[in-house]
């Protein structure tokens, strides 16, 4: 039995089912939202969400294109901005107020949109290896796999292709941990053949063309985060968000508090202790707050 509601609600357009998880009580003091990266789903936030259960709510969506969400069939809609908005669409439907953003990678743009556009909603932002600025060294490895992996034949192959793509962030993943990182990232499709949980083109949105790539400058997106409170994870082996980028971050919002996980690149599982540490004690300090 799942330790989690199953939750379907309407895409902002009103066009799409969309699908997410719920952790714990409804009449939680607090409401945690999760939200994944570019080509992952509600799946990656189980460990975490889990754990947080207990004293939080803890909503998971996946967003369109993924998981159990409807795909697209405008590829032009699978842009940050959309996704934000299919994000207060949510929150409204489930009636949630204020509330606590975790946002992994693509999640994270997402947390400092919604964070810029709706600062009265948002009582703290927990950033996943992500920032103002990307490392394009970073975006062209993750050019290189996605969407461009030929359909695995098999279970064991699904979990080589997510080692090939991921090895880099987790480099003491055992063979056990890359098949559960398949299933969690694959799903059965005809004749019960593993295939990604993504709309392949997700893709094409990160063609150096192409208008859904990552802005050029979003330090002034930063800037207008500073009455929120942040904590920006990173780590350590990151190619996506640097030691610069996190300096640079910290001087223009003097608030904010990071954490490095050792051994883990882009981006963490946040299952890792000094992640779990880290969440509970930002946690529990928004909580204090009046």
Known sequence: MADYADLFFKSHCGHLR??????????????????????????DFAWLARHLADRYRVICPDQRGRGRSDYDPDKANYHPDIYVKD???????????????????????????????????????????????????????????????????????????????????????????????A??????????????????????????????????????LWDALGSIPIMAIRGALSDILTVETLGRMSERHPGMVSVTIPNRGHAPMLDEPDAVVAIDRFLSELESRP
Request: hydrophobic letters at 45%; aromatic letters at 8%; a negative charge.
């Open 18 to 43: 969309l699908y997410a998880r719920d952790y714990g009580p409804p009449n939680a003091t607090t409401c945690v939202l999760c939200m994944h990266g570019l080509t992952r789903n509600s799946a």
């Open 87 to 181: 994000m207060v669409q949510l929150l409204d439907h489930l009636g949630i107020g204020r509330l606590v953003l975790i946002g992994t990678s693509m999640g994270g743009l997402m947390a400092m949109l919604m964070g810029a556009s709706m600062p009265e909603r948002i009582s703290g932002i927990v950033l996943n290896d992500v920032g103002p600025e990307v490392s394009a060294a970073g975006i062209e490895r993750i050019r290189g796999y996605v969407g461009k992996m030929s359909p695995p034949a098999s279970w064991e192959e699904a979990a080589s292709q997510a080692e090939f793509a991921n090895g880099i962030a987790f480099p003491d993943h055992s063979a056990a941990d890359w098949m559960a990182f």
């Open 183 to 220: 299933r969690r990232t694959y799903v059965e499709r005809d004749y019960g053949r593993p295939v990604p949980a993504y709309d392949p083109a997700i893709a094409e949105g990160l063609a150096p063309t192409a208008n859904t790539a990552i802005p050029p400058d979003l330090w002034p």
